[in-house]
């Protein structure tokens, strides 16, 4: 694929954000390393911000040897070159239930800042101490948009969507023992859930939770 022309493999989606508030993203697992970089560089070239999501890592030392400018978190298995940008009005608010789901976590949280909006990041608030989650209500009061990850029995965002008025985005993890399932216990316990409205994305999906919460800020008003 090395040296290819960008048509042959990827036909990109430049006025993605002027339809859906968020440009298009890259799904970077399965994708080689020259493709990587033909596609960032033409969404670079573009102005657009660049975003590559579950990279490889065996790809990253190329990508950013390529783009000196990029930044790597290793965390959330992203690689981005982030424009200039004004700030959007709306305010998410990532949390995860334990440290083991800040991969999910980061990679929301990423991809909304990426977008222009403010986010905030709460790891390891799960209900297992409620107090944790308590304590952080001025802090979730204070969003527009929540985005809560959680494995083991998924809990964490019905309690969160209980206390709070603003959407709820739900975000199961693979995180837990044999009886999780690789996410599916937490995934149906979300789609349960007892405090109506909470929306459920997919297992370990930050990334599909990110660009939900900024659909929905996309209809706020705009500050007058």
């Not at 994708?31 to 070239?45: P, S």
Request: contains cysteine.
């Amino acid at each position: 694929m090395k040296n290819k022309p960008l048509e042959e493999y990827a036909e990109l989606d430049l006025d993605r954000e002027a339809r859906c508030g968020f440009p298009e993203f890259i799904y970077g697992e399965g994708k080689t390393t020259e493709q990587l970089l033909g596609i960032m560089r033409r969404l670079h070239e573009s102005g657009k911000t660049v975003l590559v999501t579950r990279v490889n890592p065996e790809a990253v030392p190329a990508l950013l040897s390529a783009f000196p400018e990029a930044e790597h978190d290793a965390l959330a298995s992203t690689v981005r070159i982030i424009r200039p940008m004004p700030k959007k009005r709306g305010r998410v608010c990532v949390i995860c239930a334990g440290t083991s789901d800040l991969p999910v976590a980061r990679e929301a949280f990423l991809t909304v800042e990426s977008c222009g909006y403010e986010c905030d990041l709460i790891p390891d608030c799960g209900i297992a101490g409620l107090h944790r989650l308590i304590s952080k209500l001025e802090r979730l009061r204070s969003a527009d948009v929540v985005i809560a990850a959680a494995g083991m029995e998924g809990a964490l965002p019905s309690v969160t969507a209980g206390l709070l008025s603003c959407p709820v985005i739900a975000v199961p993890t693979r995180v837990g023992y044999g009886a999780s399932l690789g996410g599916i216990t937490a995934l149906l316990a979300m789609l349960n859930s007892c405090a109506s409205g909470v929306t459920v994305v997919n297992i370990d999906n930050g990334f599909g939770a990110a660009c939900a919460a900024i659909r929905i800020l996309s209809r706020l008003p705009e500050k007058e």
